[in-house]
C-alpha cells in the first residue's frame, strides 16, 4: 500500500495515499482498534450539513471568504451523496466526545475542498482546524451532528413505517368489524368482542405512540452548536449560532433551533433519553401485536388458529409442511433489541461530569440503531405478514360457540353467583350453557337465547 507523511501537533504519522483522511483520523484508526461498529453514517451525514452550514454562516459574519465557504459545501455536498463513505472508517468505541470524528470530517472536507480549489486553480488552501472547524468544537459540533441525524431519522424513516402500518391495520379493522369472536384475558376465555375491535386496540397503539414521538422531537430540535467548548462560546460570533441554525433548517427543510442554554446541551442528553423511550414504548407495543398475531394464528389444527398469516417460507428443516410466524419472531427480537439500547443509551445520558458528557457517540449509535431497525422490521412485517392477515371464520365461530364466558351476559338478569354455577355446571358436564341453564331450572330456553347475543355483548347495554 502506498503511503504518504500527514503531519499534526504530534508528530508526523503514514496515511493511506488513496484516502482523504488525514493524521488524526490515523491515529485514532491506530489507537481504537475495537468492535466492528462503525460511527453511523447518519452522524456523517449530520455533521455535514452542519459544515457546509458552518461555513455559510462564518462567511456571512465576514469571518470566512467565500470561496473557502464554497469549497466546504461542495465537499459535503458529496458527502452527503454517499460518494466519499469509505472515508470514514472510524469506530464508535473513540473518545466519547466524538473529537476524532468530528477531526475525520474536516480533514475530508480539506483535502477533498483543496482539490476543489486546486481545479479551479485558486491559491485559497482550507486548514481542518481554522476553516472547516472554524468558530466550532467538537463539544458542540458532536452534539449537534448527533441531534440533526436522529430528528431526520425519526421523521424520514420511522414515524413513515408507522403510518404504512396504520394504514393497514385500519384497514383490517374496518373490514373485520362485523366478525364477533372470543376474547381473552390472563390467556383465558373472556366476553366476545369483533376482530375489528381487538385490531382497533393495535391501531390506537401506533396512534399514541407516533404522537408520542413528535412531541418527543421537539425537544431533540434544540442544537448546541455555538457552545464551542464549554458552553461560553468562546471563539464564536455571537451571531454564529443562530445563523448556522437558519442554514440547516435550509437544507434540511426542518425547523432546529438554537440550544437556549449551551452549557445543558453539552453535558446533558436528556432529550434523547425521553424520545427513545417513546421509541421503546412502540417496541412495546409492536411486541404486544406480534405476540397476539403469533398466538392467534398458531396452529394450524392444534393452535388458536382464529386467523391466518402468509406462509413465507419453509418452517423447518425435519419437519415437512411445517410455517412459522417468522415475521413474528423478527420484530420482537427487534424489540428485545431496542430494550437493552435504551437502558444503554439511559445510563450513558447519565454521566455527564460537569461541562461535558463523553458517552455521546454510544448514545448515537444505539439510538439511530433502534429508529432504523423498528423501522425495517414494522415495515416487514406490515408487508409480508398482517397484510395477508386472513380470519378463519369456522375457528372463530367454533370458539365463541363453545366459550362458557357468554353467561356474563346473564349478569342482570339471575345475577352473578347463579350465573357462575351454570358456568360450573357446564364446565364439569361438558355440555352447553344452554343446556345446563335450562336443566338448573334458571332459564328457559327462549329466555336464554334472548339474553345470550354474542354481537350485543360487543358494545355497552342501551
Same mark, same amino acid.
Given at each position: 500500500?502506498?503511503? $504518504? ?11 493511506? !495515499?488513496?484516502?482523504?483522511? +488525514? ?12 468492535? &466492528? ?17 458552518? +461555513? ?14 464554497? +469549497? ?21 468505541? &473513540? ?8 477531526? /475525520?470530517?474536516?480533514? @475530508? ?9 486546486? *481545479? %479551479? ?12 472547524? %472554524? ?20 421523521? *424520514? ?26 376474547? $381473552? #384475558? ?33 425537544? @431533540? ?19 454564529? !449560532? ?18 437556549? /442554554? ?12 425521553? #424520545? ?7 417496541? +412495546? ?12 394464528? !398458531?396452529?394450524? $389444527? ?5 386467523? =391466518? ?34 437502558? =444503554? ?16 457517540? @454510544? ?37 365463541? $360457540?363453545?366459550?362458557?364466558?357468554? @353467561? ?23 355440555? #352447553? ?13 327462549? &329466555? ?15
Amino acid at each position: 500500500m502506498d503511503y $504518504r507523511i500527514e503531519k499534526d501537533t504530534l508528530g508526523e504519522i503514514k496515511v493511506p !495515499s488513496d484516502k482523504y483522511w +488525514a493524521a488524526q483520523t490515523q491515529r485514532s484508526k491506530q489507537n481504537f482498534p475495537i468492535g &466492528q461498529e462503525k460511527m453511523p453514517v447518519e452522524v456523517i451525514e449530520g455533521f455535514a450539513i452542519l459544515k457546509k452550514s458552518a +461555513a455559510k454562516a462564518n462567511a456571512e459574519l465576514g469571518l470566512l471568504e467565500d470561496e473557502k465557504a464554497e +469549497a466546504i459545501g461542495y465537499a459535503a455536498d458529496l458527502i452527503l451523496k454517499g460518494e466519499l463513505d469509505e472515508h470514514f472508517p472510524l469506530v464508535v468505541w &473513540q473518545t466519547g466526545s466524538g473529537t476524532q470524528s468530528n477531526m /475525520n470530517v474536516n480533514e @475530508v472536507i480539506a483535502n477533498v475542498g483543496n482539490n476543489w480549489l486546486e *481545479e %479551479k486553480r485558486s491559491e485559497v488552501r482550507l486548514h481542518p482546524n481554522d476553516d472547516v472547524n %472554524k468558530s466550532q468544537s467538537s463539544n458542540d459540533t458532536y452534539p449537534t451532528a448527533m441531534h440533526v441525524a436522529s430528528v431526520r431519522k425519526v421523521e *424520514e424513516v420511522l414515524l413513515p413505517a408507522i403510518a404504512q402500518f396504520k394504514q393497514t391495520l385500519k384497514e383490517k379493522m374496518e373490514a373485520f368489524q362485523e366478525i364477533v369472536k372470543i376474547g $381473552r #384475558t390472563h390467556l383465558q376465555d373472556a366476553t366476545p368482542l369483533t376482530l375489528g375491535q381487538e385490531i382497533s386496540g393495535w391501531h390506537r397503539m401506533l396512534e399514541k405512540t407516533e404522537n408520542m414521538l413528535v412531541e418527543s422531537t421537539k425537544y @431533540v430540535k434544540e442544537l448546541a452548536i455555538g457552545g464551542t467548548a464549554v458552553g461560553t462560546g468562546l471563539n464564536a460570533h455571537v451571531d454564529f !449560532s443562530e445563523q448556522v441554525v437558519k442554514y440547516i433548517n435550509e437544507e434540511t427543510s426542518n425547523s432546529f433551533i438554537s440550544a437556549p /442554554n449551551k452549557f445543558h446541551a453539552l453535558t446533558s442528553h436528556d432529550e434523547l433519553v425521553h #424520545t427513545h423511550g417513546a421509541v421503546k414504548a412502540l417496541a +412495546a407495543d409492536v411486541m404486544k401485536i406480534a405476540n397476539d398475531v403469533r398466538w392467534l394464528a !398458531s396452529g394450524p $389444527r392444534c393452535g388458536i388458529g382464529e386467523v =391466518t398469516i402468509p406462509a413465507n417460507e419453509p418452517g423447518s428443516s425435519i419437519m415437512p409442511g411445517k410455517v412459522n410466524p417468522t415475521q413474528s419472531e423478527a420484530i420482537t427480537m427487534v424489540a428485545s433489541q431496542i430494550m437493552g439500547n435504551d437502558a =444503554t443509551i439511559g445510563f450513558a445520558a447519565s454521566q455527564g461530569n460537569f461541562e461535558l458528557n463523553v458517552y455521546k457517540p @454510544v448514545i448515537a449509535y444505539n439510538f439511530l440503531q433502534s429508529a432504523q431497525l423498528l423501522a425495517d422490521s414494522i415495515v416487514s412485517f406490515d408487508e409480508r405478514c398482517v397484510s395477508g392477515l386472513e380470519p378463519n371464520h369456522e375457528q372463530i365461530e367454533k370458539y365463541l $360457540r363453545d366459550s362458557l364466558m357468554l @353467561v356474563t351476559a346473564l349478569n342482570p338478569h339471575i345475577g352473578y353467583e347463579n350465573a357462575a354455577k351454570i358456568a360450573k355446571t357446564a364446565f364439569e358436564k361438558d355440555q #352447553t350453557l344452554k343446556e345446563t341453564a335450562v336443566e338448573l331450572g334458571l332459564l328457559t330456553e327462549e &329466555q336464554f337465547d334472548e339474553y345470550v347475543d354474542p354481537k350485543a355483548m360487543t358494545k355497552p347495554n342501551a
